[in-house]
């Protein structure tokens, strides 16, 4: 139990400390939560000072999940037969870092390139784990592209995550076993309700129609 503890507090450190979108905004010296959405979130900076800033942006949030599963690794990796569940509580301590910055109030991201980089973890482990990440990654191109929602595609992208991840499990193809199979289902299950719950102001407005698309104009901005 202490590891899982451990590495969920590391990971809620790396997650609140890289704050890709707000470190970007204040390299271009504004604050970025007080423009478009007030997100500090991949599209809100892209819409709001370009596409290489939210680019940037997506990179650094992807990577701190990534960067707190290789401390991970080498701090319980090597002698743990249960590597990726702890890889699951340092992905979520990423996320509650990224969403709930202790220095800024609390007031982040929503968290979904933090969750393609616990994707990008689990993509490492054998029996085709990668798949899970590809299947993701395409939904949510595929959507985004079709529909005009970068909302809907992060939305049905880690909800691909979730289903995907069950599936192995499942079928066994997953280095756990047990107790810790479990408990990885719902760690998961954790990690991408996070996300649906920070865009429960996006669902409302794709239900209502009103949520904004890519390159469409509005007065006030509402996605981010």
Not at 92 to 102: D, E, K, Q
Not at 201 to 208: A, F, Y
């Amino acid at each position: 139990m202490i590891e899982r503890i451990i590495v969920l507090i590391i990971g809620y450190f790396i997650g609140a400390l890289i704050q890709g979108g707000f470190l970007i905004g204040k390299f271009n010296k504004i604050d970025i939560r007080n423009y478009g959405s007030g997100n500090a979130g991949t599209t809100n900076v892209m819409r709001t000072l370009g596409k290489k800033a939210g680019f940037l942006t997506y990179f650094l949030d992807t990577f701190k999940a990534i960067l707190s599963c290789i401390i991970v690794h080498f701090l319980f990796g090597k002698n743990c037969d249960y590597e990726l569940l702890l890889f699951l509580y340092s992905g979520l301590g990423v996320i509650l870092g990224h969403n709930f910055p202790f220095y800024l109030k609390f007031k982040g991201g929503k968290g979904i390139a933090a969750t393609s980089g616990v994707a990008f973890t689990i993509s490492i482990f054998p029996q085709h784990c990668w798949i899970i990440l590809v299947a993701a990654m395409a939904t949510f191109f595929i959507v985004m592209f079709t529909t005009k929602y970068v909302s809907l595609g992060s939305l049905l992208g880690i909800g691909m995550i979730l289903v995907l991840f069950i599936t192995w499990a499942f079928l066994g193809l997953l280095p756990l076993s047990g107790s810790h199979l479990y408990e990885a289902c719902i760690i998961m299950f954790l990690i991408v309700a996070l996300g649906y719950i920070r865009h429960s102001g996006n669902i409302k407005r794709l239900m209502n129609g009103t949520e904004r698309k890519i390159g469409q104009k509005k007065k006030e901005e509402q996605n981010g």
